[in-house]
């Protein structure tokens, strides 16, 4: 059982809008600590989508957007496309396991 | 480019031990902390360790404690992970990861990963 929690999977049509939640707690997310996203193509490494909550890396495009508030956070793409298809992991720091964390993954389903 | 290559998976029985290595090039090796993350046959992602730039710091999942020994020699631009005592638990693809931002770390370059299988 993952100390951030996402739900395991979200579907859309081309062109819609998703989401993804990643819920933590007080002494990770809660406690102000940043949320980074990774997107992982089947049979591929995870690669680097949103770090520090909001930001992009390069050549990620602009369809990828991240947020926090709380002890939560959210994975949006809008204008969803099939080479999205992909499963989505958040990350974050936890204070009290001195460690870095995952959520889950979430498996997004383009319909 | 930033590159990171593991090397040292394998099948090893229950108990035994193994070595694994990343050779990273690309970069100024020596400024970076380094991780392991691994991921276990068709589930997620779980942190592994941390190791600083100098490598005078090291933390480990709890998972991993006092099992594996997490070294890096930055003459040779290597990481290893010396895995001991290992468990079925312990059987995933390895990635070794480019640390951003420690404590805060957010990976931005990964390998393309190596498996460990322990069975016997």
């Known amino acids: 059982q993952s100390v951030l929690t996402q739900p395991p999977s979200v579907s859309g049509a081309p062109g819609q809008r998703v989401t993804i939640s990643c819920t933590g707690s007080?002494?990770?997310?809660?406690?102000?600590?940043?949320v980074h996203w990774y997107q992982q193509l089947p049979g591929t490494a995870p690669k680097l989508l949103i770090y520090?909550?909001?930001n992009r890396p390069s050549g990620v495009p602009g369809r990828f957007s991240g947020s926090k508030s709380g002890t939560s956070a959210s994975l949006a793409i809008t204008g969803l496309q099939a080479e999205d298809e992909a499963d989505y992991y958040c990350?974050?720091?936890?204070?009290?396991?001195?460690?870095?964390?995952f959520g889950g993954g979430t498996k997004l389903t383009v319909l | 480019q930033v590159q990171l290559v593991e090397s040292g998976g394998g099948v090893v029985q229950p108990g035994r031990s193994l070595r694994l290595s990343c050779a990273a090039s690309?970069?100024?090796?020596?400024?970076?902390?380094m991780h392991w993350v691994r991921q276990a046959p068709g589930k997620g992602l779980e942190w592994v360790a941390v190791?600083?730039?100098?490598?005078?710091?090291?933390y480990y999942a709890d998972s991993v404690k006092g099992r594996f020994t997490f070294s890096r020699d930055n003459s040779k631009n290597t990481l290893y992970l010396q895995m001991d005592s290992l468990r079925a638990e312990d059987t995933a693809v390895y990635y070794c990861?480019?640390?951003?931002?420690?404590?805060?770390?957010?990976?931005?370059?990964w390998g393309q990963g190596t498996l460990v299988t322990v069975s016997s």
């Open positions: 990861v480019r640390d951003r931002q420690y404590p805060q770390s957010y990976f931005d370059y």
């Open positions: 690309g970069f100024t090796f020596r400024n970076y902390g």
């Open positions: 190791i600083w730039y100098d490598g005078s710091n090291k």
């Open positions: 007080s002494s990770n997310i809660g406690a102000g600590y940043d």
């Open positions: 520090g909550n909001t």
């Open positions: 990350q974050s720091y936890d204070s009290s396991l001195s460690g870095s964390i």
